[in-house]
């Protein structure tokens, strides 16, 4: 069969966790075959970056961007600013000691591999679904300003990196897409460094596939930005059954389709490519089997619906 990645101009990715790229040899060896992009899962999250100020670990960061520089793989820097996974020592600073230190991250993290991260989720899930600011330790202590500044930090250190805001459940026109969208737009109106738009994409059969998704990707990419399809899933309530999973190929299928239309939609990347690695078992009470192929890496009937070589 073509691989995944040969079927389109677009970047074909997925999240990868660093143990298993580094000790699964038919984890990676498929990887490789089917995917043109990775995504850290965790490992460039500042908690996994600098668990204690100023101690870094930058293993499993390394090892993901040695993988890629071996197999010419595009990167998708995931993520610099987020209120979950960051290292509990932020807590106890003051607001322009925070301030300071989200600057000290970005300039730090970007600079590492400044010129080898086609992009950056600068910042992550900042909106609350009905569209307000998320209450978060950046939001309270910094003020309405910070997701501004977070992006020219991120610019300034890696001037070739495009630079996304990133988020879920936005996938139709919703009070959250909207505050995305009148936030993109008006950043760019100040000459803020945006120049693209995430859309993570976890979803499930247990409910309907958003509503008018691809006009929504058409309605972001107007206004001069990237979009991707930045985490996709598709899971579903165990067991797995032939039927759930022709849903499963349904949905699947219309991500990657709109991704297609969209010419501005430059990247499908998917939240881990396996059931055998995957968020959704540990995150959502008996769901699972979200991924494009099963836990022995065979291709499961969504690949085969989006690949027509398969
Ligand atoms: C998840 C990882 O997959 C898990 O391993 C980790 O325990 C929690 O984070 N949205 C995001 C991702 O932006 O960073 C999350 O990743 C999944 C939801």
Redesign the pocket.
Known sequence: RTPLKDLTDNYVGS?VAASALVNENDYRSVLTDEFSSVTA??AM?WSVLEPNRGQYDWSGADAIMDYARQHGKSVRG??LV?H??HPGWLNDLSASELRSAVKNHITTVVNRYEGEIRAWDVV??VFNSDGTRRDSIFQRKLGDGWIADAFRWAHQADPSAKLYI?D?NTGWVNDKSNAIYDLVRSLRQQGVPVHGVGF?T?LSIDYSFPGGFQSNLQRFADLGVDVAIT?ADVRMTLPVTDSKLTTQADYYERLWNACEAVSRCVEFTT?GYTDRHS?VPNTFDGQGAACLFDESLNPKPAYNRINPTA
Request: glycine share 0%.
């Open positions: 999240a899962e965790n999250k995931h993520t987020w979950k996974q992550n899930e990133n879920y993570q976890h985490e939240w968020w």
